[in-house]
T-cell receptor
Framework: QKEVEQDPGPLSVPEGAIVSLNCTYS??????FMWYRQYSRKGPELLMY????GNKEDGRFTAQVDKSSKYISLFIRDSQPSDSATYLC?????????FGPGTRLSVLP | GAVVSQHPSWVICKSGTSVKIECRSL??????MFWYRQFPKQSLMLMAT?????????EQGVEKDKFLINHASLTLSTLTVTSAHPEDSSFYIC?????????????FGPGTRLTVT
């Protein structure tokens, strides 16, 4: 079993749709949970981070962490074509920083 | 915000030659730098972690004699791919963090696309 798993996609949605991206993990030691966005042939950029369980909202983006289920989600409201990218979840504890495999999202105008 | 640059952004080299990729932190002191490689449609795979002034720590399966990492200053780390082969063709991304950064903070460079012919 991989340490972090993520639906690989690709995921195509119409503009304005609500997008749900999810990751599951196996190591209960993870403390920080992050979502990165990566455009094609670019480095990842940090979208949001959450410490421990709970929700965090930033504009159209909401991150949720459920440590009891070892499950994290990123919701994108009113999705835009500019949101088309690969979304990577990541989590860390101590010096360990682990990425999920990424979900490729296309938002169609 | 913290900015990390990489040079070159893309490079083509012949099989058997060596190529050096630079990673620079432009506005902060990077006490730790990470090197990743990413194959098409796959996630980032950590290759090695380097702390300024120390030898790099390589992940299992990464040949340290093939992928030479130097982190000689607080703003520069280099990755040298020695005797490159076509299977080394990949997207190489560095990231950096400073001493006082929180555990979730890691600033990524734009990546370098290496093609070995």
């Amino acid at each position: 079993q991989k340490e972090v798993e993520q639906d690989p996609g690709p995921l195509s949605v119409p503009e304005g749709a609500i997008v749900s991206l999810n990751c599951t993990y196996s190591n209960s030691a993870f403390q920080y949970f992050m979502w990165y966005r990566q455009y094609s042939r670019k480095g990842p950029e940090l979208l949001m981070y959450t410490y421990s369980s709970g929700n965090k909202e930033d504009g159209r983006f909401t991150a949720q962490v459920d440590k009891s289920s070892k499950y994290i989600s990123l919701f994108i409201r009113d999705s835009q074509p500019s949101d088309s990218a690969t979304y990577l979840c990541a989590m860390t504890y101590g010096q360990n920083f682990v990425f999920g495999p990424g979900t490729r999202l296309s938002v169609l105008p | 915000g913290a900015v990390v640059s990489q040079h070159p952004s893309w490079v083509i080299c012949k099989s058997g030659t060596s190529v050096k990729i630079e990673c620079r932190s432009l506005d902060f002191q990077a006490t730790t730098m990470f090197w990743y490689r990413q194959f098409p449609k796959q996630s980032l795979m950590l290759m090695a972690t380097s702390n300024e002034g120390s030898k790099a720590t390589y992940e299992q399966g990464v040949e340290k004699d093939k992928f030479l990492i130097n982190h000689a200053s607080l703003t520069l780390s280099t990755l040298t791919v020695t005797s490159a082969h076509p299977e080394d063709s990949s997207f190489y991304i560095c990231s950096a963090r400073g001493l006082r950064d929180s555990p979730y903070e890691q600033y990524f460079g734009p990546g370098t696309r290496l093609t070995v012919t």
